[in-house]
């Protein structure tokens, strides 16, 4: 197995397109490939950290309305109704059983 030798990178954000690539793109070069672009005008060192996303570690529960009402559905045509979840059901009747259910 060959080792790999650790290159390091510098990010660059092209501003004007160069082809293969467009404006807004950014990517990563040697040092002195990277310093041809920026000298060329068509890119600028890029330094932007990723941050990591915060997650809430409380999970809370969505609220919920506990009334069914006809309201609630959009009739679609044909007998078919829509229910707030986005599924699809015939008739009234099984669409308010449906809302009953998922209310509960």
């Known amino acids: 197995m060959n080792k790999v030798n ?3 990178k510098v990010l ?3 501003t004007r397109q160069n082809l293969p ?3 807004g793109d950014v990517a990563g070069f040697d040092k ?3 310093d041809k672009f920026v000298k060329k005008g068509v890119a600028v060192y890029y ?3 990723v941050k990591k996303p915060k997650v809430n570690k409380k999970m809370e529960k969505p609220k919920v309305n506990k009334k069914v009402s006809i309201d609630q559905l959009e009739y679609k045509g044909g007998g078919y109704y829509e229910l707030p979840n986005g599924e699809s059901v015939r008739s009234k009747d099984n ?3 449906k ?3 998922l209310n509960s």
């Open 6 to 8: 650790k290159v390091n």
């Open 12 to 14: 660059i954000k092209f």
């Open 21 to 23: 690539y467009n404006t």
């Open 32 to 34: 002195k490939d990277a």
């Open 47 to 49: 330094n932007k950290k």
């Open 95 to 97: 669409a308010l059983k």
């Open 99 to 101: 809302l009953k259910e």
